[in-house]
């Protein structure tokens, strides 16, 4: 099973809102809404931001949201903040009933 | 509130074997489904196991190959994850996570560290 594609990084200024991409396959993003991502800051445990493709649990911020087309899944962060640094990664349940997680983006805040 | 709490990782020697635990509490072990997940050190993510809440079926990573296997004692509400063969490239952190019930990893550990090292 191959990790999805997701870029190495992506920055942005106070404020503004960016986009992370996530690309999978056939066999797994392309055919399941089981996508969900993850936050992970340095020293800690990784946090669930998004579950279902789209669904923030109980406690996330509204500035992170998600959706997917196709073998692609997205997640935006708006309002961007300091404390939105971090990495993020993407994950999704395949039709091998394994789990796949994307190579993790850095989220750099200018 | 859910907490999970890993342990005994450490230094192993190559093809040495292994066996973490996971410590569940604030809900039923038995209930839910159940992952490990391993981040080698300045990687990223891998999963590695998942037994569902019935723990008659367990699925493993390719990379893990027969040398992992995923268990648990719903009755001291504790997870495990027996490690066999182990090699250089098993380094790293294993977390125990809670299945959030809609094929998410819900509830993370801290994790517990393995090193493979002669």
């Known amino acids: 099973q191959s990790a999805l594609t997701q870029p190495a990084s992506v920055s942005g200024s106070p404020g503004q809102s960016i986009t992370i991409f996530c690309t999978g396959t056939?066999?797994?993003?392309?055919?399941?809404?089981?996508v969900s991502w993850y936050q992970q800051k340095p020293g800690k445990a990784p946090k669930l931001m998004i579950f279902?493709?789209?669904n923030r649990p109980s406690g996330v911020s509204s500035r992170f949201s998600a959706s997917k087309s196709e073998n692609t899944a997205s997640l935006t962060i708006s309002g961007l903040q300091a404390d939105d640094e971090a990495h993020y990664y993407c994950c999704s349940y395949t039709a091998s009933n394994t789990w796949v997680f994307g190579g993790g983006t850095k989220v750099t805040v200018l | 509130q859910v907490q999970l709490v890993e342990s005994g990782g450490g230094v192993v020697q190559p093809g040495g074997p292994l066996r973490l635990s996971c410590a569940a509490s604030?809900?039923?072990?038995?209930?839910?489904?159940m992952h490990w997940v391993r981040q080698a050190p300045g990687k990223g993510l891998e999963w590695v196991a998942y037994t569902p809440y019935g723990g008659n079926i367990k699925y493993y990573a390719d990379s893990v190959g027969g040398r992992f296997t995923i268990s648990r004692d719903n009755s001291i509400n504790t997870l495990y994850l027996q490690v066999d063969s182990l090699k250089a490239e098993d380094t790293g952190l294993y977390y125990c996570?809670?299945?959030?019930?809609?094929?998410?990893?819900?509830?993370w550990g801290q994790g517990t560290l393995v090193t493979v090292s002669s």
């Open positions: 279902g493709v789209r």
């Open positions: 996570v809670k299945d959030g019930g809609n094929w998410e990893l819900g509830h």
């Open positions: 604030g809900f039923t072990l038995g209930g839910s489904g």
């Open positions: 056939t066999s797994d993003v392309g055919v399941y809404n089981y």
